[in-house]
């Protein structure tokens, strides 16, 4: 049963670019969310996604957007990239909407130079 | 707005010692409270997940409590391996916002 997987696991992006990120959650979940994690820093929420709809927002300018798909897998988008917006990006699968445990994927680098 | 906070931010034990990672929040309308392990570079692997109406949740060597009226948890690790050297984070689940709300973390490095 494969958990949660995210691609790509490292990107480098210029300022300015726009970037996607790929997410399909674990088997039998369908519930995403996406989460921002800083050097030294604690994962921030940016939004969760549940029947290919953005249902809860963080703090996150509009620069972040995403998508939920039928089969539930999910896209992180961010436009005209900041070097602030170098992170690792985590995704996170569940169902009933979160109240289960949550399931990390490994994340995705993203360098923004 | 929750706030979560973990002390310290960073520990180092020699192996086989007993420790105590701590966990406090402010908003205690929480639906849960997380812990999560996590190896440079990597993901989160979750360990121990405490409903708001429980008190404590044991793993193996792990056990977890909350105290929701005074806005604590703990995470208890028996007797440490250096393989449990890692980031321990805490995280407060708020049905309301559906999201979990992290600490930045406890820094664990247990020695031989």
């Known amino acids: 049963d494969a958990g949660v997987t995210q691609s790509p696991t490292h990107l480098i992006k210029t300022r300015g670019q726009q970037v996607t990120l790929r997410c399909s959650p674990k088997?039998?979940?369908?519930?995403v969310s996406w989460y921002q994690q800083a050097l030294g820093q604690g994962p921030q929420f940016i939004f969760q996604?549940?029947?290919?709809?953005?249902?809860q927002r963080g703090n996150f300018p509009d620069r972040f957007s995403g998508h939920q798909f039928p089969n539930y897998s999910s896209e992180l988008n961010v436009n005209a990239l900041l070097l602030g917006d170098s992170a690792l990006y985590l995704c996170?699968?569940?169902?009933?909407?979160?109240?289960?445990?949550?399931?990390f994927g490994n994340g995705t680098r993203l360098t923004v130079t | 707005k929750q706030e979560v906070t973990q002390i310290p931010a960073a520990l180092s034990v020699p192996e086989g010692e007993n420790l105590v990672l701590n966990c406090s929040f402010t908003?205690?309308?929480?639906?849960?409270l997380q812990w999560f392990r996590q190896d440079p570079g990597k993901g989160l692997t979750s360990l121990l997940l405490?409903?708001?109406?429980?008190r404590e949740q044991t793993s193996g060597r792990l056990n977890a409590s909350l105290d929701k009226s005074s806005g604590r948890s703990t995470l208890y690790i028996a007797a440490s391996q250096p393989g449990d050297s890692a980031t321990y984070l805490c995280?407060?689940?708020?049905?309301?916002?559906?999201?979990?709300?992290f600490g930045t973390g406890t820094r664990l490095q247990v020695t031989l």
């Open positions: 996170a699968s569940s169902y009933d909407r979160g109240y289960s445990p949550l399931h």
């Open positions: 088997s039998g979940h369908d519930t």
């Open positions: 996604y549940y029947e290919e709809e953005e249902r």
């Open positions: 908003d205690s309308a929480i639906y849960n």
């Open positions: 405490i409903q708001s109406s429980q």
């Open positions: 995280a407060a689940y708020t049905g309301t916002a559906s999201k979990l709300t």
